[in-house]
């Protein structure tokens, strides 16, 4: 073997390497990716191609009026998200924020259950008059309903 290939082949080895180390860095980044979707954006994927359950992904929304209830547990917490144009039920279990009321915005991170509910795990609520998260006004935009600052 001249100097010449065995140049060649460790090159080629690093390159190998390399790559597959890239592989594996992109794989792990793809199990920790977690999607935003509005109500709207979520039903149109579902259509186009449906969300396996329990895979990880974050709502937002406005809480819509009256829609707020306790479970008998005492703990579960059911309401809906909406970007007035289409509707996502949510049950959510554990301390809801303070600031978590109906009318005003928030971003839930969860799964969606087989029957369509949407599990939540965390539930994010504004933090003062003003602030709304950036997914939500932007969703809330795009239908048209966006009543906040012109800009």
């Known amino acids: 073997m001249t100097r010449k290939q065995r140049r060649l082949y460790i090159v080629g080895g690093f390159m190998l390497i390399f790559a ?35 895979r990880r992904l974050r709502i937002g929304g406005l809480v819509e009026e009256d829609s707020v209830q306790r479970d008998a547990d005492g703990v579960t917490m059911i309401f809906r998200v909406t970007d007035t144009v289409d509707v996502l039920p ?31 795990t965390e539930v994010l609520a504004k933090h003062d008059e003003t602030y709304m998260p950036k997914e939500v006004a932007e969703a809330l935009k795009k239908a048209g309903q966006w009543q906040g600052d012109p800009k």
Do not use: C, H, W
Not at 22 to 28: D, E, G, N, W
Not at 90 to 106: A, K, M, S, T, Y
């Open 20 to 54: 597959a180390a890239a592989a594996l860095v992109l794989m792990a980044f793809e199990e920790n990716i977690v999607f935003f979707y509005s109500p709207s954006e979520l039903a149109q994927k579902m259509k186009e191609q449906p969300i396996p359950p329990g």
């Open 90 to 120: 949510v049950r959510f279990r554990g301390l809801l924020p303070d600031l978590f009321r109906e009318g005003q915005g928030i971003v839930a991170e969860g799964s969606l259950a087989a029957d369509g509910t949407f599990v939540a």
